[in-house]
């Protein structure tokens, strides 16, 4: 039977970073920006790691579900900002939570990070392994970007999504089907070039950026473009969805542009789409689940809801992922 999603909660840094506030030191316009990407804010986690921006979102999770930390059998953690190389931030959750019977891990596909930890965690509970797991989607990018590229300084911002992930005796709810890829030839276009035992840490990585987010960004572009608009329509004509039975495409928010192209390719509207970038960013493995929770609050995202979740990030990875939304 299908795994669904038993609970929902998001949380965003509460400092707001402005187009106007990069105009001040680089190059930039928020008229440039909101053209050619459609964000016109972002928030910062001022301090903290990202295990910060899970807790609150996971603990209103559990608090909604009426559990507590004795009813979390797992954790997975997508992220490419984990608070340490090791220990995952999984264990750093687990123990921030009081979580005592729990295992986990974190997991890297970069923007297709909740893509890729939502089937991993769905065939865990699907095949009995695991009854109640926390996936956390959470990134602080603001601890990877480097704030002299104009590039990439306007892109991201920091939050985290939490769902709790449980298996039902109903086959017309939940997870139906999904398409993933990877695609190593793409690595060279987006990476942090730094710090795994590529190329470990020195004095020389630190003076040239290595350690931040390293773009091609045409190249992500239109590989994201081309990416994640084929996979949803192949998943589309698997599953025979016309789309006027979708109800709502639920996208990575990386930019707007690589948004409208997909739902073009899909042949909806774009009020069927969630878009909150233009308040948030891109913030990685947050991005999906921080737009379900906030449609879902604001009830827009309603029980029997058809729903096509797309990505596409670093890897290169990509996917879709086909869900009827049952809370
Ligand atoms: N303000 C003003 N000008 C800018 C800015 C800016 N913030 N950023 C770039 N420019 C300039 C460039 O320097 C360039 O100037 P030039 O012609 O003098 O050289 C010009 O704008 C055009 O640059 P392009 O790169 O062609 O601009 P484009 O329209 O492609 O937009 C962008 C750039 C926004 C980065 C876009 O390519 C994009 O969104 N790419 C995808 C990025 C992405 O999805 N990354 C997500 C992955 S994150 C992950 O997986 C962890």
Redesign the pocket.
């Known amino acids: 039977m299908p795994a669904i999603i038993t609970s929902i909660a998001h949380y965003v840094p509460s400092d707001v970073y402005t187009n106007e506030y990069f105009e001040k030191y ?4 928020h008229e ?2 909101m053209e ?2 459609g964000i016109a804010e972002r928030r910062f986690a001022k301090e903290g790691a990202n295990s910060d921006l899970i807790i609150p979102a996971a603990k209103e999770c559990m608090e909604k579900r009426g559990i507590g930390p004795d009813d979390i059998d797992c954790i997975i953690i997508p992220t ?1 900002t984990p608070d340490h190389m090791f220990p995952s931030t999984a264990c750093v959750v687990q123990n921030k939570l009081g979580i005592k019977k729990a295992w986990g891990f974190d997991l890297s596909a ?2 297709s990070g909740f893509l890729f930890a939502l089937i991993t965690a769905s065939k865990l509970v699907e095949s009995g392994a695991v009854k109640r797991l926390l996936l956390c989607g959470s990134d602080k990018m603001s601890s990877i970007v480097n704030f002299d590229d ?3 300084a ?2 991201f911002g920091d939050g985290a999504g939490v769902v709790l992930i449980e298996n039902s005796d109903d086959p017309d709810y939940g997870l139906q089907d999904f398409i993933l890829q990877i695609d190593g030839s793409g690595g060279q276009y ?1 990476k942090q070039v730094a710090g795994g035992s590529f190329k470990p840490a020195s004095f020389e990585t630190v003076q040239n950026k290595e350690h931040y ?1 390293y ?1 091609d ?2 190249a ?2 239109k590989a ?1 473009v081309k990416g994640m608009a084929d996979v949803t329509v192949e998943i589309m004509e698997k599953n025979g969805l016309r789309s006027e039975d979708i109800a709502w495409l639920v996208p990575h928010q ?2 707007l542009r ?1 948004i409208t192209a997909t739902a073009k390719r899909m042949g909806l509207e774009m009020d069927k789409v969630m878009v909150n970038i233009e308040k948030y960013g ?1 913030t ?1 493995a947050g991005t999906i689940p921080i737009c379900l929770s906030e449609w879902y609050q604001s009830g827009k995202l309603k029980k029997g809801d058809k729903i096509i979740l797309a990505g596409f ?2 890897g290169f990875t990509w996917g879709a992922i086909y869900f009827i939304w049952n809370l």
């Open positions: 680089l190059d930039t316009s440039w920006i050619r990407t490419v970069a923007c104009r590039a990439q306007v892109l987006l987010i773009q960004g045409q992500v572009f994201a990386a930019n690589i891109n990685t990030g670093a």
